[in-house]
């Protein structure tokens, strides 16, 4: 596949605000420099252990200097659990404020939006690199004297196969991080430390499986309450409507997500010269940025012969839908109510289904008054942080946060 002069799409024209000055920009200045990183290399075989134990560890940047000055951090590659149930090996930071005692702080896991399918655009690398999207939600998190474990999600290694947008996969990803944390020895953290997950687009999904997951894969954690924006809770809705708009990138990446974990799914017997070449592109060397700027407006039906949304696919599609389990603690959930790449809609309807079975939910829409769709969708992973940072803090404070389920 050509790919489109990016001078011709101007980032203000994708975001603003806070998102055009701190770092999507950013992600263009990631090199490929340490594709060859043998800490991310999976062992074989995987080392014997339990979900959450530490494989292999080393000492990180917090990311830019205002993060170094905040925490210690380290990187970290733990055992886990794939989407199908199996033994994987993940990697992900750990961040612990300074001046503080390790062992007194709750821990928050953080779930990250959409980093993109090429292995340079591993959070933990970017975070690193002091490029990472979404450092201010760390930072804030560090300065009210938070731990902080943010997993990358299962796949990122110098042969990256991300299992972008599964539900059980993320979810496992995300409790296990922060077991890894409670379990890294240098970190000085509690294994009984209270804890909060957070999530933002793919982030907020995780959180909420993650949430639903908890009770049954790690009834250990102390959990206390799940923040998530942006939630992408039924991918029929949010992915297959991007067909043929600024987010086809997106819909492209979480197919081949699937085909990363599901055997008997594959793009390759379906893909034209132009989708082989937009897959080999996007494997190895694009991040969300260049998903966002230089698929606007393709179709499937520009880099297929014949449609791949086969009976198997779409089976596994509802097969990561949210909701079909619960909620044990409060959640706070929020929406772009204009959001050009994970419908409204089908948030809202997640909303609405864990009200009907008890869950304690605060729903709040949101207006950011951005010039397109993905803007606005863009917009909430910063403009949301301060009612997120409201949410936890109440909730570690032992406050019980009131439902609003009758709201819109």
């Not at 509802?318 to 959640?331: C, F, M, Y």
Request: include cysteine; aromatic fraction near 8%; charged fraction near 15%.
């Amino acid at each position: 596949m050509k790919r489109r002069n990016r001078n011709l799409i101007r980032l203000p024209d994708i975001m603003t605000g806070l998102v055009a000055t701190i770092s999507f920009g950013l992600l263009s200045l990631a090199s490929a420099s340490h594709a060859d990183d043998s800490f991310y290399q999976p062992p074989s075989p995987f080392p014997a252990g339990l979900p959450g134990d530490i494989v292999s560890w080393r000492e990180a940047k917090a990311g830019p200097p205002r993060a170094r000055e905040l925490a210690h951090a380290w990187q970290v590659m733990y055992l886990s659990t794939d989407g199908l149930g199996n033994p994987d090996v993940v990697t992900g930071t750990v961040l612990v404020p300074k001046g503080h005692d390790p062992a007194t702080l709750p821990v928050i896991g953080m779930a990250p939006g959409t980093a993109g399918p090429a292995f340079r655009c591993a959070p933990s690398r970017m975070i690193d690199k002091g490029a990472f999207y979404e450092q201010p939600a760390i930072n804030d998190m560090l300065e009210r004297g938070y731990a902080v474990a943010v997993t990358d999600y299962v796949g990122y290694h110098p042969e990256p196969e991300t299992t972008y947008i599964i539900g059980k996969s993320m979810g496992a990803a995300l409790l296990d991080v922060v077991r890894a944390a409670q379990r890294l020895p240098e970190s000085g953290l509690s294994s009984s430390s209270a804890v909060m997950l957070r999530g933002y687009s793919q982030g907020g999904g995780a959180t909420l499986w993650a949430g639903e997951m908890h009770s049954a894969y790690a009834p250990e954690l102390d959990l206390r309450g799940l923040a998530a924006g942006g939630v992408p809770a039924n991918l029929a809705q949010v992915a297959l409507p991007l067909n043929g708009q600024a987010g086809f990138g997106v819909l492209l990446y979480a197919l081949l997500g699937q085909d990363n974990l599901y055997p008997e799914l594959s793009l390759t017997p379906y893909l034209n010269a132009q989708g082989q070449q937009a897959v080999t592109e996007m494997v190895s060397d694009m991040c969300v940025l260049e998903l966002l700027q230089d698929f606007q407006g393709v179709s499937l039906a520009d880099v297929t012969d014949v449609n791949p949304l086969t009976g198997p696919r779409l089976q596994r599609i509802a097969e990561n839908e949210l909701g079909k389990g619960t909620q044990s603690v409060p959640v706070y959930q929020y929406h772009e109510e204009q959001d050009g790449l994970v419908a409204f809609s089908q948030a809202r309807d997640l909303k609405n289904l864990y009200c009907s079975k008890g869950v304690n939910v605060q729903w709040q829409p949101v207006d950011t008054q951005g010039s397109s769709g993905v803007v606005r969708h863009i917009n909430l992973a910063y403009r949301g942080n301060s009612g997120v940072n409201v949410f936890i803090d109440e909730v570690l404070q032992g406050q019980t946060p009131l439902s609003n389920c009758d709201g819109g």
